[in-house]
């Protein structure tokens, strides 16, 4: 005999973090209220077509979900997977108590010296990324905002210091072996870096050189993403 | 003050006069365009455009002075496409643009073609500090103003949009004349089945080969039936319609997709759609209904600035001459490549 499923929907008040880009994002718990957790919801989009919402929503659920637990399965650090309900579109998930790349570099940088300070998270962001693509996981969405670092000892991280980089949002993943889509995945991050942070463009060379190092793959890739950057620069040849 | 833009990049060739007062709107003087139509199935080649250009750009401006009633002696620069665009269309017009600033003795202003888009579309809509989707049939880049700069969250890691529709066009025989993207919109307000197409996004940039290609293997199959007859999973009879509308409902979610991505990035809610592509109204629509749901608005043009002409390319480039930008003779050069983000914004804070 089977148990029931568990009914995610307690009576756990849920509050909205976030209104990413396909996501409402929620802070509630799962089975029981001392356990915190993450609820991530995708609407309906009302622009698209609803035949191709459907197909999207919930492709995008089910590659979440697979990836994080694939991931986790292989000691990469992501959230746990609590529950998944594919038709209605969302995920319960470990909650990371911690703040995104995004926020900490902005902090940071906004101090004086305080480039200097974000070196050691460079490189933790570099080997994130070098696992999971030693894993043929891509991820689809690199940005400084689908990067977390989590608090150590309660404590908000300040100085670029020990907190672990946990990866986020994998609904445009896919499991791939090419390099090409590794390094697309470390173009989309350079882009991110440099239009949301321009006073850290020069800190991504350490992301690449910790990715280059994490794994025996790591280099080739990185010649890859000069390709990459080529095709980029030539595409602008027509107004 | 008053400018004359001159815009050439791709297959319209544009003239503009625009003034600016302290203060107040700018005021169009006059924004005319000839534009040069291909015959169904084929695309405008550089040398058959250049001629084009070389041949208009005289009756063109004498008409745009004439009309507006604007003496040469009340001209303060003359603006033209730098790039990016096609290089020998692009440099017929610049050839133009030098001539008239010796003789008429005018300081000439070199302007990027995607930052006249974007500078046209504020003016004209008012839309303050909007995420920009700018796309046609050389770009595809989601833009949005940071620190001095027009700077590039998305784009299409391959072909154009305006590109793949345009392309897409040719293999079905439909008319370029008086665009492509025109055409396929009218078709696709009648398709009725949404056949399943790739849908590529990654992050903030999308990719429209792969669809392209698919897209097209399919408008062959309907056109020659071969090796069958194209058909619905229901097994009803696919028609252009409904590749049209297959076509334009993919692609168009993709585009506000990454646009979606980029203003939840920036927290922006207002997002400007510039280009020839964003006249599309199915487009226009779509874009609506995601910034409602996000509590914003969208702000898009018709076709006189969306489609390339020379007022957007007048208007930047006085901005530019406000500040006291000149480009000297010498440096009246024009590229085939010039990124929007290379651009130092000096008349924004
Ligand atoms: N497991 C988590 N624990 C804590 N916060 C999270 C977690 N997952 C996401 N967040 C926060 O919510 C934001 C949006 O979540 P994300 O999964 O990236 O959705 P979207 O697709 O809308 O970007 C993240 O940037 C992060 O700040
Ligand atoms: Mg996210």
New binding site residues.
Partial sequence: MTAPPPDPSDATPKTL?????????Y?TTFLVPTLPA?L?H?PRKTYRHPTLDARLTKHRVLS?ARLLVRARGLGIPV?AVYFVDEANGSIF????????V??VLDAILASPGGEGKVDAMMVRVGEAVGRLHKADIVHG?LTT??L?VRKVGGVEEQEGGAGEV?L??F?LGQVSTQEEDKAVDLYVLERAFSSTHPKAEKLFEDVLSAYGRSWKGGKTVLRRLQDVRMRGRKRSMLG | MIALGLEGSANKLGVGLIKHTPGQPAEILSNIRHTFVSPPGEGFLPKDTAKHHRSWVVPLIKRALKESGTRVQDIDCICYTKGPGMGAPLQSVAIAARTLSLLWGKPLVGVNHCVGHIEMGREITGADNPVVLYVSGGNTQVIAYAEQRYRIFGEALDIAVGNCLDRFARTLHIPNDPAPGYNIEQLAKRGQHLLDLPYTVKGMDCSFSGILAVVDSLATQLLTSHPKPLLTPSGEPVTKEDLCFSLQETVFAMLVEITE?AM?HVGSSQVLVVGGVGCNERLQEMMGLMAAQRGGSVFATDERFCIDNGIMIAHAGLLAYGEGERTPLEGSTCTQRFRTDEVLVRWRK
């Fill in positions: 973090i976030s209104q990413g880009a396909e996501a409402l994002v802070r993450l991530k995708r979440e959230p998930m470990e909650w990371i108590d911690g703040s995104s995004r926020q969405d905002s689908n977390m946990v986020i949002d609904g | 991505r939840a």
